[in-house]
């Protein structure tokens, strides 16, 4: 039994699940093994309500290649791929694991093949169910069934029996693709699904076959959503007209909103992770701590929570999580939780707002602005320019309604440093806050431009 773990050890790279302690303790042998958080294909495709996008199905497939290229480029039959077997990590990155009947391909099993039937039986080769040596070509055979899996969310061969399913298998009786997914994609599979084990290709062959190319083209839903995109963050230094990457993001990270003031960055991933870094002063970034942040760090406080959005000002950040529930963290005047609050470096809960459903937040430097499910808006922080849109220019320190002109129902926002602007669900703009600038459109400038070209020809005649 440990022979088997040091031979996963030594062969494994970066695509396979790794050992990461072996060890006895009161005499059973424990082995930890590489944590993969994003669990395994076939749950992934147990939940998927719709058909995976294309680039999604070969950035996985070509990842599996390549794992089981290296194993057969060290002589290792894997003998038991399936999507159970595929461990997934939250970058989306893939791991073969659980090789617990592989086998080291000697001389003679190079030469005449292997003999024993092992393996799960959805995924096993046509020469391994009728008992003939078999090759490195079946485990290519169950590379085509899971890639067949991915593309239809169901088994390529299925019976309601095991002699069923030996039927199904030896006759090659699986029913076309039908999903939007390019004929290259297709082909793989039909190539990968051949009755003869010599037609079908290899690891490094596949490989070749599933990158794409400049001329190829994708014929995918428009109304799927895309699960696999992923982001680099770059800070842009201004003065210098200079781009950095941010350090310590994870590599293949899928963002989903980006929020950032004069003092701090948040940034929230598609698995609803949270990322701080910036200042920190006022505990803002919710690490419980107060110190600063120079590089992109897991908010390990709210990891679980399912975010729907984030919105940060100077020294403070809101998060709206399920049912619209709010968390404040950072200055106390910004909490909304009262003029007794403080500071606080860990999300609290806004429980004033429990029986409210916040549909989205707006922050501006030393503002917030809520939209209920209703069309209602809330406000709190300061109000010195009137961008709350309340009766009195003072600093409100709780959750306050907003009266709208004409009860109006309000579907969108934007607030900025001293000002507000909202949509209703008619169309109508309501504007609050400074117009420094004329930035709300509130100044009457009828005739402007033709007074400033009557300022240039004056000029010109002169």
Known sequence: MITNPNRRATSAQNRYERIRTVG??????????????????????????????????????IQMCSAVAYLHENSVLHRDLKTANVFLTRDSFVKIGDFGISKIMGTETLAQGAKTVVGTPYYISPEMCSGVSYNEKSDMWALGCILYEMCCLKKAFEGDNLPALVNSIMTCAYTPVKGPYSSETKMVIRELLQLDPQNRPSAPQALKMLRPSENRHRHTSGSMRSSVSFTTLYDLHVPTITLSSIPDLPSRISVKQISLSKTHTMVLTNDNELFG???NSCGQLGFGTFSKVESGKLVESLKGRDIQSIGVGNYFSVVCCDRGTLMTIGTAKNLGLGKEAKDSSKPVLLEQLLRENIKEIYCGHDHVIAILENGECLGWGSNQYGQLGLPTLEHFFNPTKILM??????????????????????????????NKHNKLNLTHRVGFFAKEKKKILNARAK
């Open 24 to 61: 006895k303790e009161e005499g059973v042998l424990m082995i930890e093994m590489e944590y993969a958080d994003g669990g395994t294909l076939a749950q992934l495709l147990a939940r998927s309500q719709n058909l995976l996008e294309e680039e999604q199905i070969v950035d996985m497939m």
């Open 405 to 434: 002109p004409n009860n109006k129902k309000i579907v969108y926002g934007k607030a900025g440093k001293d000002a507000t602007m909202l949509l209703s669900e008619d169309g109508s703009l309501i504007a609050m806050g400074s």
């Open 277 to 279: 870094f910036g200042d």
